[in-house]
């Protein structure tokens, strides 16, 4: 019987026109920059595991306000889950520095060089709908 890993639930964060981004320490493949994110724990719902993850690894809270899709993930095969999340701060630290060196709240510009291999494409439109809405 093989085991199923869990979930991978990412947080796509706008405040002031800026998306939240992090810096792994420890690279996935080509990734070094991605959304806040982290596995899903047993009886947790996206929602939940998006709360939990930012707070852990950013220190900030959010809100979730979208599902903006799922897939598995071209580069790492995991099955990921993408929440649209709205934070009351822009206040956000590297709380877990095991896992991140650091993170930046980027323009359209710097997402775009963080991850040049492009975003899927949900998240994508989700981004563009919210940062013109911002």
């Known amino acids: ?21 992090v810096r792994r320490r420890v690279s996935e493949g080509s990734l070094s920059w991605q959304f806040p994110a982290g596995e899903q724990e047993p009886g947790e719902v996206a929602y939940e595991t998006a709360v939990r993850e930012v ?10 306000v979208a599902l ?18 709205e934070a009351d701060s822009a206040t956000a630290v590297v709380v877990d520095t095991d896992e991140l060196a650091e993170l930046e709240w980027c323009d359209d510009a710097a997402l775009k060089a963080r991850i040049p291999s492009g975003l899927f494409e949900p998240v994508a439109a989700y981004l563009l709908h919210r940062l013109q809405r911002d």
Request: glycine share 10%.
């Open 1 to 21: 019987m093989s085991e199923t890993r869990p979930s991978i639930v990412a947080a796509i964060i706008v405040r002031d026109g800026r998306t939240l981004l």
């Open 68 to 85: 903006i899709g799922e897939r598995q993930h071209p580069a790492t095969g995991r099955h990921m889950i993408y929440v649209g999340c």
């Open 55 to 64: 707070a852990e690894e950013a220190g900030l809270t959010v809100r979730p």
